[in-house]
């Protein structure tokens, strides 16, 4: 099966006619919706972030932040720096596995066989060379706000932060009884 379409066939129509062609009257501001923004910019900063990384060290943002997790606590296992990170433990390994290959991190045993990783001197350097690229990012979406603002923006993020158990899919979403 190829991606291509092929252009000379016949348009297929399925189910009933009825297409809505305008704006429906109550879908979301896209302009307005705090969500929709927070994710545009994180994935804004993300691209940049994991290109550049990937041009200048072949590794990308989710290496960068396993490096920058273990700078910040040593001897931090996979399970912990994922939490920290909020980042799926298979991607977390996925990267933990990459820099021991690279050797930037050094696995220790622990208690019931987890690993504590640390960074080598490799690592330590590794890190203060990918960390200018992750403050440009950090540079460029606060460019345009003050010092106030850039403090009063953090204290919100940080407040939302703490609502993110609210988000838990463990929790049911509401169903409407129309059905």
């Known amino acids: 099966m190829t991606d291509e379409l092929d252009e000379s066939a016949d348009p297929v129509v399925v189910g009933p006619v009825d297409v809505v062609t305008t704006p429906l009257a109550d879908a979301l501001d896209s302009e307005a919706f705090t969500p929709r923004l927070l994710h545009l910019i994180s994935n804004a900063l993300v691209w940049r972030e994991s290109r550049l990384l990937r041009s200048a060290f072949n590794l990308g943002t989710n290496d960068w932040r396993v490096i920058s997790a273990i700078s910040i606590r040593p001897g931090a296992t996979s399970t912990e720096i994922s939490e920290f990170v909020a980042m799926n433990k298979a991607i977390v390994s996925k990267s933990v596995n990459t820099l021991i290959a ?51 923006l953090n204290h919100l993020l940080v407040r939302l932060l703490q609502r993110t158990p609210d988000l838990s899919p463990t929790q049911s979403a509401p169903v409407d009884s129309d059905d």
Not at 104 to 118: E, M, Q, T
Not at 119 to 125: K, P, Q, V
Request: glycine fraction near 12%; charge should be negative.
């Open 102 to 152: 690279r050797e930037l991190i050094v696995p220790a045993d622990g208690k019931r066989g987890s690993r504590h990783l640390y960074l080598t001197g490799a690592g330590a350097d590794m890190h203060d060379r990918m960390k200018p690229i992750s403050m440009q990012g950090q540079e460029i979406v606060l460019g345009d706000l003050n010092p106030d603002e850039i403090s009063q």
